[in-house]
């Protein structure tokens, strides 16, 4: 059973910083890999997308990165901004029918002013 | 832009009653979700479905059930609520199995 973890859980780090969250999961075998953004008591945003042939994916500020034979990928976030700070999820897509994501639990990001 | 809607930001409901939560996406996508995600454990697979009347179990199917009648529209039902589904629900959907996951705002139920 795929199993997914973030680490770190929470990570505290001075605005203007550039910062790395990483995830890694058990099962190698994934069709993709989603990056989330959450922020407290609302549902999830979409960050990115990579998808298993591909290495990594941008858009803005944000790279992510796929190393799926080491069961991998990174969020790499330039210039950290306070409107940065919210949880990060990292979701992956084992099967390749319409079965749903299977999570991290996610990474708490604080951007101090 | 993607819009996927929930019926209920908030919802108080009694043990043993029967609760009905709504999704609702507007482009015309073939797969939807249902989650829960609770502190320390993380988003969880309750059901999905993959077209109009279809839908299959997730990870924790159990004392739950769903209805997809329309495309558009999917339904998580409680049968009879218990304190264990005190939990923030979230409905997801996608034009196709490898395309991205598009969230609802997120229903909070809390069971008495």
């Known amino acids: 059973k795929q199993e997914v973890t973030q680490i770190p859980a929470a990570l505290s780090v001075p605005e203007g910083e550039n910062l790395v969250l990483n995830c890694s999961f058990t099962?190698?075998?994934?069709?993709?890999l989603q990056w989330f953004r959450q922020d407290p008591g609302k549902g999830l945003t979409s960050l990115l997308l990579i998808q298993s042939s591909q290495r990594e994916q941008t858009s803005g500020r944000l790279n992510a990165s796929l190393d799926k034979s080491s069961g991998r990928s990174t969020l790499y976030i330039a210039a950290s901004q306070p409107g940065d700070s919210a949880t990060y999820l990292c979701?992956?897509?084992?099967?390749?029918?319409?079965?749903?994501?299977?999570f991290g639990k996610g990474t708490h990001l604080i951007i101090q002013p | 832009d993607v819009k996927v809607t929930q019926s209920s930001r908030y919802l108080v409901k009694r043990t043993g009653e029967k609760v009905f939560l709504e999704c609702v996406q507007d482009?015309?996508?073939?797969?939807m979700f249902w989650y829960r995600q609770d502190p320390g454990l993380g988003l969880r697979l309750i059901y999905f479905?993959?077209?109009?009347?279809?839908?299959e179990k997730g990870d924790i199917p159990e004392g739950y059930s769903v209805s997809r009648e329309k495309k558009e529209r999917f339904s998580l039902i409680l049968e009879s609520a218990s304190t264990n589904q005190t939990s923030m629900y979230l409905c997801?959907?996608?034009?196709?199995?490898?395309?991205?996951?598009?969230f609802g705002p997120g229903t909070r139920l809390l069971v008495l």
């Open positions: 482009m015309d996508h073939e797969n």
């Open positions: 979701a992956v897509k084992s099967g390749g029918g319409a079965d749903g994501l299977t």
């Open positions: 997801a959907s996608c034009a196709s199995s490898l395309k991205t996951q598009y």
């Open positions: 099962d190698s075998a994934i069709y993709n």
């Open positions: 479905s993959y077209d109009v009347k279809m839908k």
